[in-house]
């Protein structure tokens, strides 16, 4: 069973910069598409984008189309989320989530971890 672990997440001023990482340790975890959300109090869980296994296909949210950025390195069975300028409101708990790139739903999530953005 594919568990997926983030990490990097943190406290940054408005205008820096965080990379999380999506890790497991089940080196199947490079046949899943991997999916990036995010969640703040009060909120719906909001999808942010998606990669395919291979990272030959990625999608963005509009929300965060531009400052984004979605890779993977299947050598190290990780998945990263590039974020760039950032904003307060970008402040939310940080999740990732795997499926099997025929299903829709998401199989497995994360933890989660915390970004908060100070102005």
């Known amino acids: 069973q594919v568990q997926p672990v983030e990490s990097g997440g943190g406290l940054v001023q408005a205008g820096g910069s965080l990379r999380l990482s999506c890790a497991a340790s089940?080196?199947?975890?490079?046949?899943?598409?991997v999916g990036w959300f995010r969640q703040s109090p009060g909120k719906e869980r909001e999808f942010l984008g998606d990669?395919?296994?291979?990272?030959?296909?990625?999608y963005y949210a509009d929300s965060v189309k531009g400052r984004f950025t979605i890779t993977r390195d299947n050598s190290k069975n990780t998945v990263y989320l590039q974020m760039n300028s950032l904003k307060p409101e970008d402040t939310a708990v940080y999740y990732c989530?795997?499926?099997?790139?025929?299903?829709?739903?998401?199989?497995?999530w994360g933890q989660g971890t915390q970004v908060t953005v100070s102005s």
């Open positions: 989530a795997a499926r099997q790139p025929r299903r829709l739903e998401y199989d497995y």
């Open positions: 089940d080196r199947t975890f490079s046949a899943y598409t």
């Open positions: 990669i395919s296994w291979n990272g030959g296909s990625v």
